[in-house]
């Protein structure tokens, strides 16, 4: 067990650029989850997967944001025509099915919007 | 929906001295509780978690919270920190019966141990 992955741990863009983040989670786990973190603030949710289906998306999740989980694997996250105010940390968590099942959360992506 | 709210965002304390870190939460539902702990360039990682039963929870690391449901508290305890345990804290709840478990995050305190 590897713990849950995500690549790029940290990106900068130029505003208007499309950016895309990767999770791997643990590989037994069938939910996997996204967050949001910006700076002094706890993380906030913005959509999750159980398996290949995609459950639940916040409100936060504007029709900028795409999130896939092709063959309930790894994810994809896309900001598309990125703006300043999506500078933040990007979490991703997965786990089991229930509540006991804890959320292993990976060391999350940091986008800055320049 | 839920809120969660973490009175002191940052919380100074010398190395052995016991430490409180406060939790409040609003909810029209009942609520499952969590504390996370974020060490630097870190994921967030469980600490213990309130489900149900004994409103006493033992995490890992000598840490403690206790439920209290009358004042709708979750505050989170340990007798004697240590240097090691500088890291920010975050409460969090999930509504009871939601299908996806999504946590919904105070803003964290910030527990800075001196030497």
């Known amino acids: 067990d590897t713990g849950v992955s995500q690549d790029p741990r940290h990106k900068i863009t130029k505003r208007g650029q499309n950016v895309t983040f990767r999770c791997d989670p643990i590989?037994?786990?069938?939910?996997l989850y996204w967050y949001r973190q910006t700076l002094g603030q706890g993380p906030e949710f913005l959509t999750y997967f159980q398996n290949e289906a995609q459950l639940e998306k916040s409100r936060l999740l504007s029709d900028r944001f795409s999130a896939e989980r092709p063959k309930g694997s790894f994810s994809t996250l896309e900001i598309q025509r990125t703006e300043q105010g999506d500078s933040a940390m990007y979490l991703c968590a997965s786990s089991g099915t229930g509540i006991s099942y804890e959320q292993y959360f990976g060391p999350g992506t940091r986008l800055t919007v320049t | 929906a839920q809120s969660v709210t973490q009175l002191d965002s940052q919380v100074p304390v010398f190395e052995e001295a016991p430490v409180e870190l406060r939790c409040n939460y609003s909810?029209?539902?009942?609520?499952?509780l969590f504390w996370y702990v974020q060490y630097p360039n870190q994921g967030l990682q469980l600490l213990l978690k309130?489900?149900?039963?004994?409103?006493l929870v033992k995490g890992i690391n000598g840490f403690e919270a206790e439920f209290n449901k009358s004042q709708t508290s979750f505050h989170l305890r340990k007798p004697s920190v240590h240097i090691s345990d500088t890291a920010e804290y975050f409460c969090?709840?999930?509504?009871?019966?939601?299908?996806?478990?999504?946590?919904?995050f105070g803003g964290g305190t910030r527990l800075m141990v001196k030497p």
């Open positions: 969090a709840v999930s509504a009871v019966g939601n299908a996806g478990n999504m946590l919904t």
């Open positions: 590989s037994e786990h069938n939910r």
């Open positions: 309130y489900l149900s039963g004994s409103t």
């Open positions: 909810s029209s539902v009942s609520v499952y």
